[in-house]
């Protein structure tokens, strides 16, 4: 028989360790994800110390920034199954820094990848497909497990490239089937979005200014921006370090004296300065 568990309760301003935090980025290519990702990495890195790990999965695409930002650069060639994802995430758990993983599309679509398994277990047998399928989307799973401890442990950082969805299935009013735009939405599975803190569309000429009032379902749907960020993004804004300085220390603030958590100094007039007095009047 199992035993049963004990739960205590406890007053959650006791907890001293870090909230879990991750931002998700996503949008076409050429829309700025990676060098938002950078800024971003940059601000979190002024509160977290530690290096910039950036995990390129893009053919080695992020070589141009090489000589932009310091950091320790990871080359993640094919193949992109979901456990060497999650080999990548827990092979970070407890560093000190920041993981950009740029992208995380690869996991779903690339060489390896979630489709890929797929094919290669079920070897051309579509009675094999429901198998085939439950065991990509086992491996799949331990990789959602793994990052949701990872984000614990260390501020991370996912891009994934996006591509203008449809819903096939989708009735008009008159209960005819009919095709509805869902809008911009990330290229992989669903739920791994969902395990972000927060996550943001770059549209297509935005070059790093996400969309805060997204008017497509999926768009909607994909997009999440919690209310202690609202205030750190504004219209207009691009992603610049003083918003990855500004998430950071809100996720960093239980572990930190309140003395310890307020910027040093009158802050200049920078996006994210909002937030900061916000943390320092707390």
Not at 133 to 162: D, E, M, Y
Request: charged share 25%; hydrophobic share 40%; proline share 7%.
């Amino acid at each position: 028989m199992r035993e049963r568990r004990q739960f205590q309760s406890v007053d959650p301003r006791t907890i001293t360790r870090p909230n879990p935090f991750a931002i998700g980025l996503y949008g076409y290519t050429g829309t700025g994800k990676t060098e938002s990702a950078f800024r971003l990495a940059v601000g979190i890195q002024r509160v977290y110390g530690g290096s910039i790990f950036y995990a390129d999965t893009d053919g080695g695409r992020g070589l141009h920034y090489r000589d932009r930002w310091a950091h320790e650069y990871i080359d993640f060639p094919a193949p992109h199954n979901a456990l060497d994802f999650a080999d990548l995430i827990s092979g970070h758990i407890g560093k000190r820094g920041v993981l950009i993983i740029d992208q995380m599309t690869e996991e779903h679509e690339g060489e390896g990848g979630l489709i890929d398994t797929h094919e290669e277990r079920k070897a051309g047998n579509e009675k094999k497909t429901a198998s085939a399928w439950a065991f990509a989307k086992a491996q799949h799973k331990i990789l959602a497990r793994t990052l949701r401890a990872g984000v614990a442990s260390i501020p991370i950082i996912i891009c994934w490239r996006a591509q203008d969805k449809l819903d096939w299935n989708h009735k008009n009013e008159r209960g005819q089937t009919e095709p509805k735009a869902l809008g911009e939405m990330p290229i992989g599975s669903m739920d791994l979005p969902f395990e972000m803190t927060a996550t943001y569309l770059l549209p297509i000429g935005s070059r790093g200014e996400p969309c805060l009032s997204p008017k497509e379902v999926g768009e909607k749907m994909m997009t999440k921006i919690p209310g202690q960020f609202l205030d750190i993004i504004r219209p207009g804004d691009k992603f610049t370090e003083a918003h990855g300085e500004a998430m950071a220390r809100w996720a960093m603030a239980p572990a930190m004296p309140r003395a310890a958590a307020a910027p040093a100094g009158p802050p200049a007039e920078t996006p994210g300065t909002r937030i900061l007095a916000r943390l320092a009047a707390a």
